[in-house]
């Protein structure tokens, strides 16, 4: 007997999916009806749409609606998309538009040609009987373990509205405290690019006239030795500039090739972590995103096992990544939380006792949220303490650098007018 899936609604309003044995597409709308169910949707099994990933495998291209959307290799929502979506589609949710409809309608009000595609498998997938979440997963550079298992969670809590506004909420807050940091690190590489390209300026083209200046007048006499030291780097720069570039590509690429090791990877984060100036802003900043990730894993009903496992995953720096693995070895053993933390000696003490209190209390994910709170407002602060430290510095700095060349140069002037004198 051939079989029909099904969108429908209950007597209560709420979207059901199944499938049906039925002789014909009107029986089984008749039959949904006896059951109290509301069909919105019929389709014979033989018709529905081939799997997404079978699609998109084969050149990734998609038409529809008259448009063709062409991509080149896995297609990927960006971060700030996405957030943009998981915001829209919670709003949608929580008017009361069934999941297929919005998402259908975040398809159709989409400009963005990856962003439309994606939905617009997602919707498909779930039109055909799967779950939200089964259908997210068959894109997972777009939605990684912790965008997918919060909706796991929300789907069994019949929470998915909550889980979607927390996890808005989440992006919204990371891609806050990131660009915080970006905007400190922005100022100090423009300077350091105008002091090096003032720096090469000069060593090229205005010291090597000095140079034949002073090999025509001292004729042959000895130059200060901050002079000739001016000189020989000059002289480097100009005839060994392509050395010069090849040798800090070099260095630039051993790095990378070394940071792609684990042991690489660690070392490079721990240089980071605890670097001066910059150190500070790093490690508030994983400190905020660790009591984030896992207060809202914890709040939308991710066990403590498996939150951890995600935090680890999602960490972004190798040194609180391994002190979470402790954690959370220590917590199968059936410890608490605070305790391995704060043996880990990588999170601070306030942060550790504000953990030990959430767990004598119950309340553990609410004071994950505060101390995420807390560390952002920190990492605000800290950014601007940073900024304003930073200007000076880099103004002295090049000011030495500059000084420097030119006392290089006006010392050997002394000994040509004392001459001439």
Not at 59 to 85: C, E, Y
Not at 201 to 228: C, H, R, S, Y
Not at 355 to 372: R, Y
Not at 410 to 415: C, S, V
Request: with cysteine; hydrophobic share 45%.
């Amino acid at each position: 007997m051939p079989q029909f899936l099904y969108t429908a609604m209950d007597s209560n309003g709420k979207e059901r999916r199944g499938k049906i044995d039925s002789p014909t597409e009107e029986q089984a709308a008749a039959a949904l009806k006896k059951q109290d169910l509301y069909p919105t949707s019929i389709k014979p099994v033989k018709a529905v749409k081939t799997a997404p990933s079978q699609k998109t495998a084969a050149k990734g291209k998609k038409k529809k609606g008259g448009a063709l959307s062409m991509t080149i290799g896995t297609p990927v929502i960006k971060r700030k998309q996405l957030t943009l979506f998981t915001r829209q589609l919670a709003i949608l949710l929580d008017a009361g538009l069934p999941l297929i409809r919005s998402l259908k309608t975040l398809e159709r009000q989409s400009r963005d040609p990856i962003v439309k595609l994606i939905i617009g498998e997602t919707a498909e997938t779930v039109e055909s009987g799967s779950t939200f979440s089964e259908s997210l997963a068959k894109n997972p550079k777009s939605f990684d373990r912790l965008f997918l298992n919060m909706i796991r969670a929300g789907e069994a809590a019949g929470a998915m509205e909550t889980i979607l506004n927390r996890l808005a909420n989440f992006m919204e807050s990371s891609a806050r405290i990131a660009g915080k940091v970006k905007s400190a690190l922005i100022y100090p590489i423009v300077v350091l690019v105008v002091a090096g390209g003032v720096t090469a300026g000069l060593m090229v083209f205005i010291v090597p006239n000095f140079t034949k200046i002073f090999d025509d007048l001292l004729k042959g006499e000895p130059l200060p030795a901050i002079t000739q030291w001016v000189m020989n780097a000059s002289e480097v720069m100009k005839n060994d500039a392509l050395t010069v570039i090849g040798i800090i590509v070099g260095i630039i690429i051993a790095i990378k090739l070394i940071c792609k090791t684990k042991q690489g990877k660690y070392v490079f984060d721990w240089i980071k972590y605890n670097m001066p100036l910059f150190g500070p802003i790093i490690a508030k900043t994983a400190i905020s995103r660790f009591a984030r990730t896992l207060g809202t894993l914890m709040a939308s009903g991710v066990g403590v096992l498996g939150a951890l496992n995600i935090v680890r995953e999602t960490a972004g720096n190798d040194v609180v990544a391994n002190a979470v693995g402790k954690v959370h070895d220590a917590v199968k053993e059936g410890e608490g939380i605070a305790p391995p933390l704060g043996a880990t000696k990588i999170f601070p003490e306030m942060v550790v006792s504000m953990i030990e209190v959430g767990e004598e209390t119950g309340k553990l994910p609410d004071m994950l949220e505060k101390i995420a709170d807390t560390y952002e407002e920190e990492v605000n602060n800290a950014v601007g303490a940073l900024t304003s430290l930073i200007e000076p510095l880099m103004i002295v700095g090049l000011a030495v650098i500059v000084g420097t060349i030119v006392v290089a140069l006006f010392l050997p002037l002394t000994k040509i007018i004392e001459k001439m004198s």
